[in-house]
């Protein structure tokens, strides 16, 4: 049975997945919507007994700035993960072929997809499923993609894999990526979202003089990469994103990229809180 669900996985375009049993996860569910659509699927009667981890690198091979980190020059006004096309998009429709591949394999057994709006708590399961291991920056660092990579999770009635640690596996902490953290989230206990620079630049409304002045120095109009590039684990990785983004990216936020937003991951927030980043990176704004 699990050779042919590692099969029909990798022919859906997701050679990158493991295992992680439900019972792993279960009492660290995140709260949102997906979380009562998992119960519903998967009630006390009849529970759910794996989560099916798959990775979706989409780093691409291009020039970085002169130190290695983004927002210098003017250059790389963008997060990486935001470069690309809409994740949810485009990485949700093979998550969800795959599901459904699966469950014509299995009938009566039960195959419920998720990706980033998700109760499944990502990068505990990936790391459960022995894809990687959990950095300092909380994000997944992959042996080969480092942590370039987006998780998406299948929930499935079907026990697959073995038993798994009690903690999953975590990088060795060498502080590289707090010393780095434009708003110091690492290593500073009273830090938190509200001093995030990936948090300020997707923040709707006025913001604070100090949080325009982050915006400002780091030359970020979405996302924030400072943590990852200083990570020595992302050093010499694969930079071979996955079939599913198409080849499309976007390396630069201008006015002109603003003109259409559809299917676009750094979208979502909207047009005017764009405008109102590239325009403090440009000296215009307040």
Same mark, same amino acid.
């Given at each position: 049975?699990?050779?042919?669900?590692?099969?029909?996985?990798?022919?859906?375009?997701?050679?990158?997945?493991?295992?992680?049993?439900?019972?792993?996860?279960?009492?660290?569910?995140?709260?949102?919507?997906?979380?009562?659509?998992?119960?519903?699927?998967?009630?006390?009667?009849?529970?759910?007994?794996?989560?099916?981890?798959?990775?979706?690198?989409?780093?691409?091979?291009?020039? =970085?700035?002169?130190?290695?980190? +983004? #927002? &210098?020059?003017?250059?790389?006004?963008? @997060?990486?993960? %935001?470069?690309?096309? $809409?994740?949810?998009?485009?990485?949700?429709?093979?998550?969800?072929?795959?599901?459904?591949?699966?469950?014509?394999?299995?009938?009566?057994?039960?195959?419920?997809?998720?990706?980033?709006?998700?109760?499944?708590?990502?990068?505990?399961?990936?790391?459960?499923?022995?894809?990687?291991?959990?950095?300092?920056?909380?994000?997944?660092?992959?042996?080969?993609?480092?942590?370039?990579?987006?998780?998406?999770?299948?929930?499935?009635?079907?026990?697959?894999?073995?038993?798994?640690?009690?903690?999953?596996?975590?990088?060795?902490?060498?502080?590289?990526?707090?010393?780095?953290?434009?708003?110091?989230?690492?290593?500073?206990?009273?830090?938190?979202?509200?001093?995030?620079?990936?948090?300020?630049?997707? =923040?709707?409304?006025?913001?604070? +003089? #100090? &949080?325009?002045?982050?915006?400002?120095? @780091?030359?970020? %109009?979405?996302?924030? $990469?400072?943590?990852?590039?200083?990570?020595?684990?992302?050093?010499?990785?694969?930079?071979?994103?996955?079939?599913?983004?198409?080849?499309?990216?976007?390396?630069?936020?201008?006015?002109?990229?603003?003109?259409?937003?559809?299917?676009?991951?750094?979208?979502?927030?909207?047009?005017?809180?764009?405008?109102?980043?590239?325009?403090?990176?440009?000296?215009?704004?307040?």
């Amino acid at each position: 049975m699990e050779h042919t669900v590692h099969r029909i996985l990798a022919e859906s375009g997701l050679p990158l997945h493991g295992f992680c049993p439900f019972s792993a996860v279960e009492d660290r569910l995140l709260p949102c919507r997906g979380r009562d659509r998992l119960w519903e699927v998967f009630p006390p009667e009849a529970p759910a007994k794996t989560v099916i981890a798959a990775l979706f690198p989409y780093r691409f091979p291009d020039e =970085k700035t002169p130190s290695g980190l +983004p #927002g &210098e020059n003017g250059r790389e006004n963008l @997060s990486r993960y %935001a470069r690309v096309p $809409d994740y949810h998009l485009a990485a949700g429709a093979v998550l969800k072929q795959a599901a459904g591949r699966l469950a014509e394999t299995f009938p009566g057994e039960r195959f419920l997809p998720f990706i980033d709006s998700s109760p499944i708590p990502e990068v505990r399961t990936a790391a459960l499923a022995g894809l990687g291991v959990v950095g300092e920056h909380g994000l997944l660092i992959h042996p080969e993609y480092g942590s370039w990579v987006f998780i998406g999770t299948i929930t499935t009635s079907l026990a697959l894999g073995g038993s798994v640690p009690g903690q999953p596996p975590h990088c060795p902490r060498c502080g590289r990526c707090a010393a780095v953290c434009p708003g110091d989230c690492l290593g500073f206990p009273s830090a938190g979202r509200e001093t995030c620079l990936s948090a300020i630049t997707q =923040k709707k409304g006025e913001l604070t +003089p #100090g &949080e325009a002045d982050q915006i400002r120095r @780091s030359g970020m %109009a979405g996302g924030c $990469d400072f943590r990852q590039e200083a990570c020595p684990r992302n050093r010499g990785i694969r930079t071979d994103p996955h079939p599913c983004f198409d080849g499309r990216y976007e390396r630069t936020l201008t006015g002109e990229s603003l003109q259409d937003l559809q299917g676009k991951a750094y979208g979502w927030r909207g047009k005017k809180v764009l405008l109102r980043n590239l325009s403090l990176i440009d000296g215009k704004g307040g």
